[in-house]
């Protein structure tokens, strides 16, 4: 998708419209007006592929969605040499880390032009534009909000909430963070109006019925509603659904897609300089031992053997030529995440039967025997589970260890403490934003 600008926010730079003869009459605008922007259904749908281009912001798919996450645990090491990622590779990340503030600002960027679609959609007068196909253009903006915002608070906890369009300066820019709760709450209402609203049933690259419904299973597992999990996720899956019969990263319920003419550069960073990559991150030692011989995703997940490194390959498009080009998605979502969320809030609430089923789909497609959960065993197994299915998939393994209180237990041999359980704030927000105060975490 081309990248398309709705807005020029005054946070980030202000401009004119004029032609070259008149530039001694500029005037500094603070936004384009909004009645140019989006004013029929053609405008609109672009707009909202506006909102689908900002979430491939280059600094957003592998710095924020991956790889500064995968840095904070025993999944990946900083393989690279930019000071602000090995911060995150050491565990002693500053609320100066430029790396981290461009991440956070990204998935904002993302927010203000999911939040002007909400906003406009509704006021377009164009008689072809059904109500229906309105709401879904809302409802899509709607579930890409919540997506961002889940992401920032399970890395960040409280952050501002904004719900209404960035258009000008000054005092609307000062907004106090919301607590994690709250935040919670308007996720919840965007993707249940999402998934009342969305036309498409699934679809991979675009927001579903199917993927709203999936990240509400998340949601609610992350909130330990264990009875709201289970109900989401098998309402996501269905009465029959077979894991077996989907193969190992086949089983997409929404992800990031690229096309050759908009690609990233995955490979690039995941990949060894053997094959022309940069690698700028690399599997952990713990990673790589904790597959169980037999296990099929080991070959789909890790090369331990081809080049003079061990790599990654969730992101295969190797060579330094497709750097920038290459079409390796984001996984967001997985059917396999589905049923192990149903194996966690099952056990959760006592039927370690099911939660046994469940978890062992997983490990059949994986071609590894059966096991069986009780209540001494399950929390570790399925963390166990999600680590080698999850693997450079995205911030899973940080956010599991965090919400099942493992974070110290697993991650203090490589320096993790009590003040590591948020990062900090970007230093640059909080100078900026005079409501806003620094979290409570280490180097704050």
């Known amino acids: 998708m081309k990248k398309i600008i709705l807005y020029i926010v005054a946070v980030l730079f202000v401009g004119g419209l004029t032609s070259c003869a008149d530039l001694e009459d500029v005037q500094p605008l603070n936004s384009i007006p909004a009645d140019q922007a989006i004013n029929n259904q053609a405008s609109a749908e672009a707009a909202l592929n506006g909102v689908y281009s900002a979430m491939q912001d280059a600094d957003l798919f592998f710095d924020g969605y991956l790889a500064l996450a995968q840095f904070f645990t025993d999944e990946a090491n900083a393989t690279g040499t930019f000071p602000t990622r090995l911060e995150f590779g050491n565990l002693n990340v500053f609320p100066s880390n430029t790396t981290m503030a461009v991440s956070f600002t990204e998935l904002y960027i993302v927010i203000n032009n999911a939040n ?60 106090a963070a919301s607590s994690q709760d709250a935040i919670y709450a308007q996720i919840s209402s965007d993707l249940t109006e999402a998934a009342a609203n969305l036309t498409a049933e699934t679809s991979i690259s675009r927001a579903s019925k199917q993927s709203a419904n999936a990240l509400l299973a998340r949601l609610a597992l992350y909130q330990g509603n264990w009875a709201e999990a289970k109900a989401k996720a098998a309402e996501v899956l269905g009465a029959d659904f077979d894991l077996s019969a989907v193969p190992f990263l086949e089983d997409q319920i929404f992800s990031l897609n690229f096309t050759s003419t908009d690609g ?118 399925i963390l166990q589970e999600r680590f080698v299915e999850f693997a ?47 979290n409570n975490c280490c180097n704050c």
Not at 120 to 139: G, H, I, K, M, Y
Not at 348 to 365: K, L, Y
Not at 412 to 436: E, F, K, T
């Open 116 to 175: 002007n679609v909400i906003e406009l959609v509704p006021l377009v007068e164009d008689a072809n534009f059904t109500q229906e196909e309105r709401n879904s253009v809302v409802a899509e903006a709607k579930f890409i909000r919540a997506h961002s915002y889940l992401h920032l608070t399970s890395l960040w906890k409280d952050v501002p909430l904004i719900l209404s369009p960035t258009r000008d300066v000054g005092e609307a820019l000062n907004v």
């Open 264 to 381: 990233n550069n995955l490979a690039f960073y995941y990949g060894p300089s053997d094959f022309g990559g940069r690698y700028s991150i690399g599997p952990t030692a713990t990673l790589i031992n904790s597959f169980e011989e037999g296990d099929a995703r080991f070959a789909a997940t890790l090369d331990t053997s081809s080049a003079s490194v061990p790599f990654g390959l969730k992101y295969p498009s190797f060579a330094a030529a497709n750097a920038g080009t290459a079409t390796d998605p984001v996984y967001f979502i997985r059917h396999a995440e589905m049923v192990l969320i149903s194996a966690e809030a099952e056990a959760e609430m006592g039927n370690f039967e099911g939660a046994s089923a469940c978890i062992n789909q997983v490990r059949t497609r994986a071609g590894l025997a059966p096991i069986t959960l009780d209540a001494n065993n399950f929390v570790d197994a």
């Open 392 to 438: 450079f998939e995205g911030s899973q393994r940080l956010v599991d260890l965090r919400r099942k209180g493992k974070a110290e237990a697993v991650l203090g041999g490589i320096g993790y403490d009590a003040c590591d359980a948020v990062w900090p704030l970007p230093q640059r927000d909080v100078d900026r934003n005079l409501s806003l105060s620094q």
